[in-house]
């Protein structure tokens, strides 16, 4: 891997670090082959800065994805006020350049939706977005008539993922996206929850459906799932979708009142406690992506940074996991 | 929704407190400057209607009338605003509608009685001073809170034209006109009808408006909830 930022009186590299190096690069040398695992080849399209972005395949198809994308929960929510929109775009905008792909989002999310839709139809540059989106809604034969209008607002003719959010109406909304996938009107299908409810019936999803996608809650804290759901799909070869890996902000905001360890800067190349936390969560080998939310330029550039550099290796991620809960 | 009891207040919050406040400021632009006269103009009848509705029903009719108005704004200010950023808003804005039909009609109501009506007994000094509290403080005193914390005058929330302060005077007008005796007639068993069921709206109101600051963390949380609480006291005989 390549392009780790560094700065000029930073000390000779560690034989830590010459070893997550030789990592990375043996892990470059088998794409795809490990499934679930981290798969460090450059995309083949897209933005420049895409090139050094970690990307992870998903198990079901073998595309790749980058390893940090775009969450849009209360951030995107800024209604019709023209300001809040354009500072959106920018974000939305930074994150295609910077070579992000994976945007989310929901019904659920009041106008997240059309504040996407906005920002993408005023982007001219060369990224390309994976639109993740959820259908929400009950009773479930509703389902079809508010994907349509989740599409029309995002203004794209297709999704590439639709999600049951949060399990809701899942035993109707999964045949409906499961017919819509092999019509091709949508390319991959999940299930969705957060903050670790419902696992035991996400479990059983995973077990009966072939869905390509799982989303869940996972941080340094927050770690239930590495211990049935994360195994089980490597096993199943399902990719998985990481959210609220700061805790929807009071993660960053505790962590804020520490200093990051050395050790996470010179081994990690972290810059702050967000990349350390991203770095954790999307070095997981069952980890596809993990969707951080911001509204800031500064914060979406920093969040796309931890997917470059080296990747923790499963001791690091012990100490690193260790750390936080000690804090 | 299963495993209820995992969720936060936090959780049902859609939005960051800044997106919040920037609806008032654009409330402000969009109407300038006859939404902020009307709503002075509204502010300083409820007011003196409030001053004169103990002695006067014709007052309390008419100050029924101005708090329908005032209803009816925030009414707006819901659908158009608040409505693009919580799915939940259209629900809210029907209800703020619905009680501003209340409010009407109980000012309608009052102004059909004949005058002068039965023996009325006058409110108690305690619902007269917590009710005059109340609409100050929603009228005067609300504006002030945005830049107390720090927040530019453009986000301050005014009477008639944004909800809390709107409720906030409500609390405070509807223990005075509460009738002193038992209904009579036709016309005042409806009027005495039409003030119980003009009551729950506002309370509720005041309520999800107190949750709707706590999950944002607001200093200010705790105001409506304990005007309601002060209201019922105050009503009380």
């Not at chain 2, 009338?65 to 200010?77: E, K, S, Y």
């Not at chain 2, 509807?174 to 009808?193: D, K, S, V």
Request: charged residues 15%; contains cysteine; hydrophobic residues 50%.
């Amino acid at each position: 891997m390549t392009g780790r930022r560094m700065p000029a009186c930073e000390a000779p590299l560690p034989s830590r670090r010459g070893a997550l190096r030789r990592l990375s690069g043996a892990l470059a040398a088998l794409p795809g082959a490990l499934v679930g695992g981290p798969a460090l080849a450059a995309p083949g399209s897209g933005p420049p800065a895409a090139a050094d972005l970690l990307h992870k395949p998903l198990p079901s198809s073998g595309e790749r994805l980058p390893a940090v994308g775009l969450g849009t929960w209360i951030t995107f929510n800024v209604g019709a006020d023209p300001a809040a929109r354009a500072s959106c775009a920018a974000v939305l905008h930074a994150f295609l350049d910077g070579g992000g792909r994976v945007v989310d989002s929901s019904p659920m999310y009041g106008s997240a939706q059309a504040v996407i839709g906005d920002a993408l139809a005023r982007y001219r540059g060369p990224g390309q977005v994976y639109a993740a989106d959820k259908v929400w809604v009950s009773p479930g034969a509703r389902g079809p008539e508010q994907i349509e209008a989740s599409r029309r607002l995002w203004g794209l003719p297709r999704f590439d993922l639709l999600q049951v959010h949060n399990l809701l109406a899942w035993e109707a909304h999964l045949p409906t996206l499961m017919a819509m996938k092999s019509a091709g009107q949508v390319r991959h299908v999940g299930i969705s929850t957060s903050e670790g409810r419902r696992h035991a019936a996400v479990e059983a999803i995973m077990q009966a459906h072939p869905v390509d996608f799982v989303q869940v809650t996972y941080n340094p804290l927050d770690r239930e799932v590495e211990q049935r759901i994360l195994p089980l799909a490597a096993e199943r070869g399902i990719g998985v979708i990481v959210n609220r890996p700061f805790r929807q902000g009071a993660l960053l905001e505790a962590l804020a009142r520490h200093p990051l360890p050395a050790w996470a800067r010179t081994e990690l190349g972290c810059d702050g406690w967000a990349q350390y936390v991203l770095k954790y969560v999307v070095s997981h080998p069952a980890v596809t992506c993990a969707i951080p939310a911001t509204r800031q330029v500064a914060h979406v550039r920093q969040n796309l940074g931890a997917a470059r550099g080296p990747v923790p290796d499963a001791a690091l991620r012990r100490r690193m996991a260790a750390h936080v809960a000690a804090l | 929704m299963t495993e209820w009891w995992t969720y936060r207040l936090s959780d049902f919050l859609l939005f960051a407190p800044d997106t919040y406040r920037r609806l008032f400021e654009l409330a402000h632009a969009q109407g300038w400057p006859w939404a902020q006269a009307a709503a002075a103009v509204l502010g300083l009848g409820v007011g003196l209607c409030a001053a004169r509705a103990p002695a006067q029903p014709r007052a309390a009719a008419l100050g029924c009338l101005l708090l329908g108005a005032a209803w009816a704004g925030a009414a707006l200010f819901l659908g158009r605003h608040y409505a693009t950023i919580n799915w939940g808003a259209p629900a809210l804005a029907a209800a703020f509608w619905l009680q501003a039909a209340l409010l009407a009609a109980c000012g309608v109501t009052g102004l059909a009685t004949p005058q002068p009506g039965p023996p009325r007994r006058p409110p108690t000094l305690r619902a007269r001073r917590t009710g005059g509290w109340l609409i100050g403080a929603a009228v005067a005193g609300y504006p002030w809170l945005a830049p107390l914390q720090g927040q530019p005058w453009a986000q301050a929330e005014l009477f008639a034209q944004m909800p809390d302060p709107t409720v906030l005077a409500t609390l405070g007008l509807w223990p005075l006109l509460r009738a002193g005796a038992p209904p009579q007639g036709g016309a005042e068993r409806a009027a005495a009808l039409l003030w119980w069921l003009a009551w729950p709206i506002p309370l509720a109101a005041a309520l999800v408006a107190g949750a709707t600051l706590w999950a944002m963390g607001s200093p200010t949380a705790p105001l409506l909830p304990a005007a309601a609480a002060l209201a019922c006291w105050a009503a009380r005989r």
